[in-house]
């Protein structure tokens, strides 16, 4: 079994809905969880990063972690074409510098 | 500032050949890192550096080498090319403090085709 788990999708859904992205994991040592974003054929690109429990917004952008459940979510209000992206989880340890990456989720905005 | 740079962009080798993938930031990164990415198999970690003349093996390090003598660059070698390791290669490079390793910087990537 994977440490990370993420389901590679694709979800399309329609302009303006809310999008959940999600992930689970089995490290219960992991500290750090971020959302990275990677347009097609480019090189991934950090979006949100959280320390521990709790939500951390930015804008359109909502990211969760739930320690307990071994759970971190990504909520994108009133989703955009140009949101249209691989998006992949990462968590660390914080103790060796490496990330720990999901497999991605494919999302599809259709306008 | 370049940022994370990467050459080529595009290769294609036949089986048995051998070649470096090139890799060079200029943000004073200590970590440094190379991937691939396969479909639906995320990234995965091939070698990594924490600064010049050390390196360690990550997750796939079979058939490929790696090594760091200054601090921007980090190749990767590949040593006989095998059509398994068809993909795309990311390098990526970070500072090495708990407030900032999360954030990698990435390379634009390299398409490595083996026939």
């Known amino acids: 079994q994977k440490e990370v788990e993420q389901d590679p999708g694709p979800l399309s859904v329609p302009e303006g809905a809310i999008v959940s992205l999600n992930c689970t994991y089995s490290n219960s040592a992991f500290q750090y969880f971020m959302w990275y974003r990677q347009y097609s054929r480019k090189g991934p690109e950090l979006l949100m990063y959280?320390?521990s429990s709790g939500n951390k917004e930015d804008g359109r952008f909502t990211a969760q972690v739930d320690k307990s459940s071994k759970y971190i979510s990504l909520f994108i209000r009133d989703s955009q074409p140009s949101d249209s992206a691989t998006y992949l989880c990462a968590m660390s340890a914080g103790s060796n510098y490496q990330l720990i990456w999901g497999a991605g989720t494919k999302l599809i905005i259709k306008p | 500032n370049a940022g994370v740079t990467q050459t080529p962009k595009f290769q294609v080798l036949k089986t048995g050949q051998s070649m470096t993938l090139q890799c060079a930031q200029d943000m004073n990164h200590e970590y440094m890192s190379w991937y691939r990415q396969d479909p639906g198999m995320g990234l995965r970690l091939i070698h990594y550096s924490v600064g010049a003349g050390i390196t360690d093996q990550g997750e796939v390090p079979n058939g490929y080498n790696v090594s760091r003598s200054t601090t921007e660059d980090f190749p990767l070698r590949l040593l006989s090319a095998a059509p398994s390791q068809t993909s795309v290669y990311f390098c990526a490079s970070s500072h090495t403090t708990s407030t900032s390793h999360y954030e990698q910087y990435f390379g634009p990537g390299t398409r490595l085709t083996v026939t």
């Open positions: 959280t320390y």
